[in-house]
Every structure is written in C-alpha cells, then in structure tokens.
C-alpha cells in the first residue's frame, strides 16, 4: 500500500511535468501536494514497517525529534496547499475572466514556495521546544510513530510552554486555512446557485468535488485522531486512584 502511495504520487508529478496540457496552475499545486502526501507518508510508514519485520520497537530520541518535525511540515504543508487551491478554484469560479492575470506563473510559483517555507519554520516551535524536557523512565509511546502529544504524556518536565507553542501554531497554521477554505467555498457555491443553466451549474461543482473530497478526508481524520486522543486522555484520567 505504501508503494502504491508513493507511485501513485510520482505518477501525477511526472504527468505533470511532462504533459504541457497540464502546465496549469491546478496541476501545479496538485504536483506539490502529491510531493508533500509522499513526504508525509514516508515520515512515519517506512519506519513502521521496518518494526514490523525486525520485530524491535525502538527509536532514538534523535530519530523521533526527525518524525516529528518532518510529519508536522509535510501535514502543515498539505494544509495549506488545499487552501491554496481552494483560492484557485475561487478565481476560476467567481472571476473566470481576469483568472489568467490573477493566477499568473510567478503568484503561483510564489504561493507555493510560501507555503513550503511557512511550513518548514512553522514546524520548528514545536520541535524546538521539545529539547528543553526531560523525559521519565517510562517512554513507551502507544503509537506506531512519535506523535507529539503521546511524547509530551512521557516526560516529567512541565510542559505548558510547548502546550502553548502547539496550540498556537495550530491556530495559525490550521484555523486560518480552513477558514480561508470555508470562505472560498461560500463564494463558490453562491456563484454556483446563479448560474441560469443546470448543465453550467454541473460543471462548475464539478471542478471541486475532487479538491471538497480531499478538504473533507483530510480534516475528518485529522478531527477524529484529535478528539480520539482527548477520549484516551481522559480514559486514562479515570484510571488514576482518588
């Protein structure tokens, strides 16, 4: 399955690359987020699949700092390329004749390359931050990978800071393009219900379904491993003696 991910990836960045039919910018920014679903895979998925074989468990502090930061910007980046796109498909909906000036090569390029950084040195705080705990003797993470929030249940160290540094960053880096995501599909969809014909209305929902179907895979999994963990939280709260 991982090498069905990966080549199924490489696959649309090559036929990008190499079809000029496709040198447009939703084929673009399809292009990063297909590298950006590779980074993110192969972060966590090579390693686990290695303790599977070898049978051993392990992981050095160095390497688990690596998959932290490498899953927070690729799942950053993802974010914020399907915001992105969201926009793309605003200007191509809402304003179809000024679309080729709007979204010129050069806005592209730089709204990817943008995104790439914010989501290298957005990840930084919260990897950075990490080094500064001490851990107890316990450090049995119950994950295939080193998810930040099993992490900071191991150490002895408080850890308001990096609570504060997560939820922070969060706000930035996920709050605001769901938003800009939200607000981009509200306009979409009330451009959309004005069109006169049902056959124009057809086709310009169905430019998005694609891109609403990844929105909402992306965000469901994302809320249902956030409220899963509060449950195993708070599961574990109950545990503890009175």
């Not at 000024?98 to 930084?124: E, K, P, R």
């Not at 080193?146 to 540094?165: A, F, G, Q, R, W």
């Not at 306009?187 to 209305?201: C, E, N, P, V």
């Amino acid at each position: 399955m991982y090498l069905v991910t990966v080549l199924g990836n490489l696959l649309i960045v090559l036929a990008t690359i190499s079809d000029f039919h496709l040198h447009m910018p939703m084929y673009f920014f399809l292009s990063n987020l297909s590298l950006a679903d590779i980074g993110f895979t192969s972060t966590t998925v090579p390693k686990a699949l290695r303790n599977i074989q070898t049978q051993s468990r392990v992981i050095t502090f160095a390497g688990c700092i690596s998959q932290i930061c490498f899953f927070f910007v690729f799942g950053r980046q993802d974010n914020l390329l399907l915001a992105v796109m969201a926009y793309d498909h605003f200007v191509a909906i809402c304003h179809p004749l000024h679309y080729a000036a709007m979204m010129n090569s050069q806005l592209c390029q730089l709204m990817t390359l943008g995104s790439w950084l914010i989501s290298v040195l957005g990840s930084l705080p919260d990897t950075l931050t990490i080094l500064r705990l001490y851990f107890c003797t316990n450090r049995k993470i119950p994950h295939f990978f080193c998810d930040l929030p099993e992490v900071l249940k191991l150490t002895c160290s408080d850890t308001l800071i990096n609570n504060m540094v997560v939820y922070s960053v969060a706000i930035i880096l996920a709050v605001f393009p769901l938003t800009g995501i939200l607000l981009s599909y509200s306009q979409i969809f009330s451009s959309i219900l004005r069109i006169s014909s049902d056959r124009g209305k057809y086709k310009a929902f169905s430019t998005c379904v694609s891109h609403l179907l990844v929105v909402s895979l992306f965000y469901g999994t994302s809320l249902g491993d956030y409220f899963s963990s509060i449950a195993t939280l708070s599961s574990r709260m109950c545990l503890m003696p009175q």
